[in-house]
T-cell receptor, first 116, second 116 residues
Framework: GAGVSQSPSNKVTEKGKDVELRCDPISGHTALYWYRQSLGQGLEFLIYFQGNSAPDKSGLPSDRFSAERTGGSVSTLTIQRTQQEDSAVYLC??????????????FGSGTQLSVL | DAKTTQPPSMDCAEGRAANLPCNHSTISGNEYVYWYRQIHSQGPQYIIHGLKNNETNEMASLIITEDRKSSTLILPHATLRDTAVYYCIVRVAGGNYGGATNKLIFGTGTLLAVQP
């Protein structure tokens, strides 16, 4: 079956422009996560959705970053007035988030964002 | 979530077992040990997880010490395609439904280089 799909795979933008990154989770997965990974660094948590609600936004680095999720499915991460330090790979993951002990996160291949 | 400590890098000969250690001395009784790996230019991939018993699946084995303060991920017959960064993570499992603690906190992991 289809995995987590992210688009675009690559995005080059100019400093100061707004960008939108899209994530299509695995069908039926109620939990959705956004992470980012700067070059040579580990993964940095940004935000977690359960359904359309975001109970944990603690990782969003500034108010230029926002995310929404509609219909309990597709999520969009928006970065306003991009800065060069926003350049990174933005990764999305989804999971069933049921109450079993076998919860696994499934990651997409990410969007490589380059801010010039 | 408890902090984990992993060596930054390890080498392994192709066909031999790769044993990746992880220390989690402050782990709580309800926290599981999860392992993910990230092959270059891809999103992380779930490998295995466990609570206190040793676990085995088609990818790897997980050995957890009796005091649960450390664990070892074993790839029984490493191949070149196993070259990746391996992340050891401890977290509460079971899908804290609607709660704010579901996120995985990734450290810097261990870069495993499988040599031909």
């Amino acid at each position: 079956g289809a995995g987590v799909s992210q688009s675009p795979s690559n995005k080059v933008t100019e400093k100061g422009k707004d960008v939108e990154l899209r994530c299509d989770p695995i069908s039926g997965h109620t939990a959705l996560y956004w992470y980012r990974q700067s070059l040579g660094q580990g993964l940095e948590f940004l935000i977690y959705f359960q359904g359309n609600s975001a109970p944990d936004k603690s990782g969003l680095p500034s108010d230029r970053f926002s995310a929404e999720r509609t219909g309990g499915s597709v999520s969009t991460l928006t970065i306003q007035r991009t800065q060069q330090e926003d350049s990174a790979v933005y990764l999305c993951a989804s999971s069933l988030a049921d109450r079993s002990t076998n919860e696994k996160l499934f990651f997409g291949s990410g969007t490589q964002l380059s801010v010039l | 979530d408890a902090k984990t400590t992993q060596p930054p890098s390890m080498d392994c000969a192709e066909g031999r077992a790769a044993n990746l250690p992880c220390n989690h001395s402050t782990i709580s009784g309800n926290e599981y040990v999860y392992w993910y790996r990230q092959i270059h230019s891809q999103g992380p991939q779930y490998i295995i997880h466990g609570l206190k018993n040793n676990e085995t699946n088609e990818m790897a084995s997980l050995i957890i010490t009796e005091d649960r303060k450390s664990s070892t991920l074993i790839l029984p017959h490493a191949t070149l395609r196993d070259t990746a960064v391996y992340y050891c993570i401890v977290r509460v499992a079971g899908g804290n439904y609607g709660g704010a603690t579901n996120k995985l906190i990734f450290g810097t992991g261990t870069l495993l280089a499988v040599q031909p």
